[in-house]
């Protein structure tokens, strides 16, 4: 054997057995015959993934969604790659917060656990990720990470694997569920008198009132009462009037404030009105 044919079988042993790197994709062949017929050494394979909505809130004791969808951003040269990308959820997450990944539908989220999808060129899919929120966790935000890794694949064989393509944050915000506020009027020694009365918050350790002389002014505190209390009484002059909120306090954290109360004690009965916000 010539020294010249010594040294192309050499080139062409490394070429069969070694690997191909293209930008940021790497190709780990599992035999020949897959380094032979992908010709990935031209191209570049990728993964683009966004979620929406881009910030989840969550309240306590309660389950919330959103979807992340993943797109084949390879370059032209390897639209005839097929990629498998594989979802996974990386990261921790505080205590009392828990997330997985379902397959999304076109009207929502199933039961089903998220596995590897085979994108093809250009194609995309859709994950669903849900978070809860225990009702005692004392977290008020976490952040979910949701890594995708991409697999060659020809036909139904994995041929190779390329590095995680893409990687999706999700912040997510904890909140207190607002309490709902109702009213019955009452009369008390000449007086107009009010009860108010609310749903209860699991875990509330304490509710705050709120009182402004209109609807949309500024609220200021009128009192606190203990989180096992779900209802208090006041009284008001004749002539007086003036709006009424409350919130519920959760592990530290404050709920958004209720629907208004507006209280009027003119020169008949007194009345309470309701308004949604």
Same mark, same amino acid.
């Given at each position: ?29 599992? *035999? ?9 050494? *031209? ?10 909505? =881009? ?17 084949? $951003?390879?370059? $032209? ?32 989220? =199933? ?13 995309? &899919? $859709? ?19 949701? *890594? ?50 609310? *749903? ?23 009192? $606190? ?17 003036? &709006? ?34």
């Amino acid at each position: 054997m010539s020294p010249r044919t010594l040294l192309l079988a050499a080139v062409v042993g490394v070429l069969l057995i070694g690997g191909a790197t293209t930008g940021g994709t790497h190709a780990s062949w599992v *035999s020949r015959a897959n380094l032979q017929t992908a010709g990935v050494s *031209s191209a570049t394979m990728g993964l683009g993934a966004t979620a929406s909505p =881009t910030t989840l809130e969550v309240e306590r004791g309660s389950t919330e969604s959103t979807r992340v969808t993943v797109t084949d $951003t390879s370059s $032209t040269a390897a639209r005839n790659l097929r990629q498998r990308a594989t979802p996974t959820l990386t990261g921790s997450l505080p205590t009392g917060i828990t997330a997985s990944l379902t397959t999304a539908t076109a009207n929502g989220c =199933t039961a089903t656990a998220q596995g590897a999808v085979d994108l093809a060129p250009g194609g995309s &899919f $859709t994950t669903c990720v849900t978070v809860s929120a225990s009702a005692s966790t004392t977290a008020t935000s976490a952040t979910v990470r949701l *890594s995708y890794s991409g697999a060659q694949v020809r036909g139904t064989t994995v041929a190779g694997w390329t590095t995680a393509a893409q990687t999706v944050t999700v912040p997510v915000t904890i909140v207190v569920t607002e309490p709902v506020l109702d009213c019955s009027p009452g009369n008390a020694n000449g007086q107009g008198s009010y009860t108010f009365s609310w *749903s209860a918050i699991t875990g509330a350790t304490a509710y705050r009132f709120y009182r402004a002389t209109t609807q949309n002014g500024t609220y200021s505190l009128a009192g $606190t009462v203990p989180g096992s209390q779900t209802q208090v009484s006041t009284t008001l002059d004749r002539g007086e009037s003036g &709006f009424v909120r409350v919130t519920a306090v959760v592990g530290g954290t404050e709920s958004a404030r209720s629907n208004a109360i507006r209280l009027q004690r003119g020169n008949g009965a007194p009345t309470c009105t309701e308004y949604a916000s």
